[in-house]
Antibody, heavy 117, light 107 residues
Framework: QVKLLQSGAALVKPGASVKMSCKAS????????VSWVKQSHGKSLEWIGE????????NFNEKFKGKATLTVDKSTSTAYMELSRLTSEDSAIYYC??????????WGQGVMVTVSS | DIQMTQSPSSMSASLGDRVTITCRAS??????LSWFQQKPGKSPRRMIY???NLAAGVPSRFSGSRSGSDYSLTISSLESEDMAIYYC?????????FGGGTKLELK
């Protein structure tokens, strides 16, 4: 069965970076785009960007360019997102999800990132 | 960016009620509209894709429809397990954008 298993919660200091992972199983990793979605506390969902594991091609929400870096490791079927220069505005839950022809049929469990000194 | 305006932002309904949630797109999105359900502390779950297609495993009491730039999610007979926040998503133009959400509560 399809699973997207994300890394654990992170507590990071302002100005630092955080890198989270999303390990895919149960399907051919290189056939699907992996998207990342932000959900601030009590708020709606924001699409950050996506990466196509087969080629490394990416598409980003302009709002997150310079903030988020997306990479993959095809050998382990894992997608990564690194967030840089963290501020309190980056405290949120971050989800990975996949897309092929239709969007977001499976989601990871989410990673809670807390930015605090 | 395409704005997705959901209404209402919250509503309460009784078990067995017919419930409709609406999303309006600021530009033409064709049928590139999906609906998601999110329960507290859980990841979103896709309910509808392509405006009208029921996602795998979703009960048949859920349905999606379109009238021009208005998209609707309807629950034909509300059950207690349907209490959640519902979001729409457009996926025709980058950046993909979600609606603000509709919180569905039990009356």
């Amino acid at each position: 069965q399809v699973k997207l298993l994300q890394s654990g919660a992170a507590l990071v200091k302002p100005g630092a970076s955080v890198k989270m992972s999303c390990k895919a199983s149960g399907y051919t990793f290189t056939d699907y785009w992996v998207s990342w979605v932000k959900q601030s506390h009590g708020k709606s969902l924001e699409w950050i960007g996506e990466i196509y594991p087969n080629s490394g091609a990416t598409n980003f929400n302009e709002k997150f360019k310079g903030k988020a870096t997306l990479t993959v490791d095809k050998s382990t079927s894992t997608a990564y997102m690194e967030l840089s220069r963290l501020t309190s505005e980056d405290s949120a839950i971050y989800y990975c999800t996949r897309e092929k022809i239709t969007p977001f049929d499976y989601w990871g469990q989410g990673v809670m990132v807390t930015v605090s000194s | 960016d395409i704005q997705m305006t959901q209404s209402p932002s919250s509503m309460s309904a009784s078990l067995g009620d017919r419930v409709t949630i609406t999303c309006r797109a600021s530009q033409d999105i064709g049928n590139y509209l999906s609906w998601f359900q999110q329960k507290p502390g859980k990841s979103p779950r896709r309910m509808i894709y392509g405006a009208t297609n029921l996602a795998a495993g979703v009960p048949s009491r859920f349905s999606g429809s379109r009238s021009g730039s208005d998209y609707s999610l309807t629950i034909s007979s509300l059950e207690s397990e349907d209490m959640a926040i519902y979001y729409c998503l457009q996926s025709i133009q980058y950046p993909w954008t979600f609606g603000g959400g509709t919180k569905l509560e039990l009356k």
